[in-house]
């Protein structure tokens, strides 16, 4: 069986609300008209025999009875009885058939026909031995009549306003879900043809004033625009990774091909071999490098986090990589607070540090300087590689952070064999241990890069 749809569950919740608040409410005012009626009706009666009494005076002969007895007043028949039950004056309805006995000062009631009958009686003293009763009988008949009319006509009524209320209804819910079925026709044009760059069609001038379904909007479109770039970049890291890799491994088949075809002494083949060895570090490197981005990607990468000294990581990589730096006479100073600790993966905060001041190395000056410093605030750690290097210009430095960006790849590949991603891996290490790093550089002039990292935050698992 079909699934009822969403709109006609909200048309048929809101319907049988309406039936429910309407009919209780119907009802409601029914019975309190009724209840009302009813108690007017048997004051009246009071009333009306309590007057006529007053309008009885005993004399020698028996009694008389003022102008203003009325034997029927309004609906109301009033009669007068000796002590033996005749009647000695007034008028009563027809088509009684139920008679109750006198009781003085009561109401009482009876049904006759399917006609509620009130009584009324009071007993009126001559002496000690006789007396007189006046009684006073009214019937419910108009009332029952008018409420009998006032149900014929809710029971046309009330269906006829359950449908109204029905059919408005779902006209209602329709236009109001219209955008949810704008987003649904988006999404499915997405999933039919492919393609992340489409959008849903999204009218709000002012953002601060949309309602839920133009937030809902916006944020299903702020979702593909984010989808669409991952997609792209993850196209783009394919693309990148495997150019990097297809270098090597062509530098090694030509140098092999060469090796076979035209080495002739073991020596010549040895050069061969030692290019070859080169190159298949290089993509050694590489591969490892991929993976662990890759599994940063996939959130796989699970820091190892143990209390690292990071002031005395920061001096060890200065101290190993001044031999490096000692190649392009660059000497390399430390500024570093001693005893720096923080929670942290010790082999990634070691990559950071490499990462950062290689690069200083790389991009620096002949007999220039790097300096390296690191301390401690209250609740902050601050890091930071210094250089009076080539510089970034504004236009690159945003795009530094991206995987295998690189300013100028042709230097970068004959200085190091460097592929671009060193300082994304920088970016993702400081950010999954909840910090953050900015640059400041000048071209010609040098670089500063500065990493923040808090001290006592709780360490998660960013993506790369
Ligand atoms: P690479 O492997 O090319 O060094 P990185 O991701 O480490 O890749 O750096 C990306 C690019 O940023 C580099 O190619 C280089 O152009 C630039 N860069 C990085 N560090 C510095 C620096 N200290 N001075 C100048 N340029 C730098």
Redesign the pocket.
């Known amino acids: 069986m079909r699934k009822i749809s969403f709109k006609l569950k909200i048309t048929l919740w809101y319907t049988i609300l309406m039936a429910v608040l309407v009919g209780g409410l119907f009802v409601f005012l029914l019975s309190t008209t009724r209840y009302y009626t009813v108690s007017s009706i048997q004051d009246e009666l009071r009333e009306v025999v309590t007057q006529s009494a007053g309008a009885i005076e005993f004399d020698d002969n028996g009694f008389e009875l003022d102008d203003d007895f009325e034997a029927y007043d309004n609906g109301i028949y009033v009669s007068v009885w000796d002590e033996n039950g005749e009647k000695l004056f007034g008028t009563m309805p027809s088509n009684l058939k139920q008679i109750p006995d006198y009781q003085d000062d009561t109401l009482q009631q009876a049904v006759s026909e399917q006609v509620i009958w009130y009584f009324y009686d009071l007993y009126l003293k001559r002496n000690e031995t006789e007396g007189l009763w006046i009684r006073g009988i009214a019937s419910q008949a108009q009332v029952s009549s008018a409420y009998h009319n006032a149900v014929s006509i809710m029971l046309i009524v009330f269906p006829v306003f359950i449908l109204l209320a029905g059919i408005l209804g779902y006209f209602l819910t329709s236009h109001a879900l219209q955008p949810v079925r704008k987003i649904s026709r988006t999404a499915q044009k997405i999933a039919d043809e492919n393609d992340l760059s489409i959008r849903i069609p999204d009218k709000a001038q002012n953002p601060a004033k949309r309602d839920e379904f133009g937030i809902m909007t916006h944020v299903f479109n702020q979702m593909l625009e984010r989808l669409e770039q991952a997609f792209e970049n993850e196209k783009q890291f394919s693309a990148d990774a495997s150019h990097e890799l297809r270098t090597p491994v062509t530098v090694i088949i030509s140098e092999a091909e060469c090796a076979i075809e035209k080495a002739e002494s073991l020596n010549e083949a040895k050069e061969s071999l030692m290019v070859i060895l080169h190159q298949g570090q290089k993509m050694a490197g590489l591969i490892t490098q991929l993976l662990m981005l890759s599994r940063a990607e996939t959130g796989k990468s699970v820091l190892d986090i143990e209390e690292v000294n990071l002031s005395e990581l920061a001096e060890m990589v200065a101290e190993e990589l001044q031999a490096t730096a000692s190649n392009k006479n660059i000497t390399i100073e430390t500024e570093v607070e001693e005893g720096i600790y923080v929670l942290a993966d010790e082999a990634l905060m070691m990559r950071l540090w490499i ?1 950062l001041v290689s ?2 190395i ?2 620096g000056r002949e007999g220039g300087k790097v300096k390296v410093g690191l301390s401690k605030s209250r609740n902050e750690i601050c890091g930071y590689v210094k ?1 009076n ?4 210009s504004k236009e690159h430095q945003s795009r ?1 952070w991206e995987r295998f ?4 790849p042709a230097r ?1 590949a004959k200085e190091s064999g ?7 891996m920088v970016k993702w290490i400081v950010e999954s241990h909840g910090g953050s790093i900015s640059l400041e ?1 000048q071209e010609g002039k040098g ?1 500063v ?1 500065i990493f923040i990292l808090p001290l006592n935050k709780n360490i998660g698992n960013e993506k790369f």
Not at 389 to 392: L, N, Y
Not at 405 to 408: C, F, I, S
Request: glycine residues 16%.
């Open positions: 990462n690069n200083a790389q991009y250089d290097g080539i510089g970034i530094i960006y690189q300013v100028d970068s460097s592929m671009g991603l060193g300082l994304s550089s670089s890069f």
